[in-house]
């Protein structure tokens, strides 16, 4: 298991609060975005940012049911969009009226939206029509005497 998922795993053991993405949260991605000091954002990303990010992708993918991935574990999906947030985290601007919470959450499903239905495309596509044929158990007939037969 990689440090930074350890690192989530132990945050998330000591978190009491269930508010995992607050104004302190707020506040540190505000603070991130105006620092230029490649040492000091990692510092202020591991320590206020990393869990709220970690929290919300972890929600987000276990509330919408964002299941159709091509990865074979869940927390290489919320890896990867982490990753995406962080390459959107400098685009956050509180004076535009939005809240971080609400402008990453809405980032993150427009993100998993997409991520979902092309995984998803690409899962129905690779099984042919003649399959689906072959099992009866997909489809039913119009000829059956019986309507409610096979629905």
């Given amino acids: 298991m990689n440090s930074t998922l350890e690192n989530s795993i132990k945050m998330a053991k000591k978190a009491k609060s269930k ?11 505000v603070l991130y975005n105006n ?6 954002r ?6 206020k940012i990393h869990y709220a990010f970690f929290k919300l992708t972890q929600n987000i993918i276990h509330t919408f049911k964002f299941y159709n991935t091509e990865v ?16 959107k985290i400098h685009l ?8 971080a919470y609400s ?17 998803y495309k690409s899962k129905i596509n ?8 072959k099992d009866d158990s997909h489809s039913y007939t119009l000829e059956s ?7």
């Fill in 19 to 29: 508010n995992y993405f607050t104004q302190e949260t707020e506040d540190a991605i």
């Fill in 35 to 40: 620092t230029t000091n490649p040492d000091l």
């Fill in 42 to 47: 990692s510092k202020i990303y591991e320590e």
């Fill in 72 to 87: 074979e574990n869940l927390e290489h999906l919320q890896h990867e969009i982490i990753v995406f947030l962080l390459s």
């Fill in 92 to 99: 956050f601007n509180p004076s535009n009226g939005a809240k």
């Fill in 103 to 119: 402008y990453f959450g809405t980032i993150v499903k427009r993100w998993c939206i997409l991520y979902n239905e092309k995984n």
């Fill in 126 to 133: 690779k099984v042919s029509v003649d399959e689906l044929s």
């Fill in 145 to 151: 005497s019986d309507p409610n037969e096979r629905l």
